[in-house]
């Protein structure tokens, strides 16, 4: 069975960190590409970050320079920094697997979690 965890979502005021992370099992996790996506109330879901199996990584334009995200290969986790958060970033998070890099950077996937939300107050 696959299950993807995410822990470390809140409430943050504006211009601070969270950190987010994503426990994977039940899939070869080296072999796939992790990412983080986000829905606001109302929005369509769009890609944050995403961390190939063999380390490059993409950005939203939107977060690019703010957060960044890491994987452990050893661990089968992702994780996702999040600094200087504004309002805008307040949304559902999600961690998310796949094993095309570039389905997933459209936003595609093949398994995902079940959500943490984060709530950044101005």
């Known amino acids: 069975q696959v299950q993807l965890v995410e822990s470390g979502g809140g409430l943050v005021q504006a211009g601070g960190s969270l950190r987010l992370s994503c426990a994977t099992s039940?899939?070869?996790?080296?072999?796939?590409?992790m990412g983080w996506l986000r829905q606001g109330l109302g929005k369509e879901h769009e890609l944050v970050a995403l961390v190939t199996a063999d380390n490059k990584t993409y950005y939203g334009d939107s977060v690019r320079g703010r957060f960044t995200i890491s994987r452990d290969n050893e661990k089968r986790t992702h994780d996702l920094q999040m600094t200087s958060l504004k309002p805008e970033d307040t949304a559902e998070y999600f961690c998310a697997a796949e094993y095309n890099d570039y389905a997933l950077q459209k936003g595609k996937y093949t398994y995902r979690g079940q959500g943490t939300w984060v709530n950044v107050s101005s």
């Open positions: 039940g899939i070869g996790f080296r072999r796939y590409a």
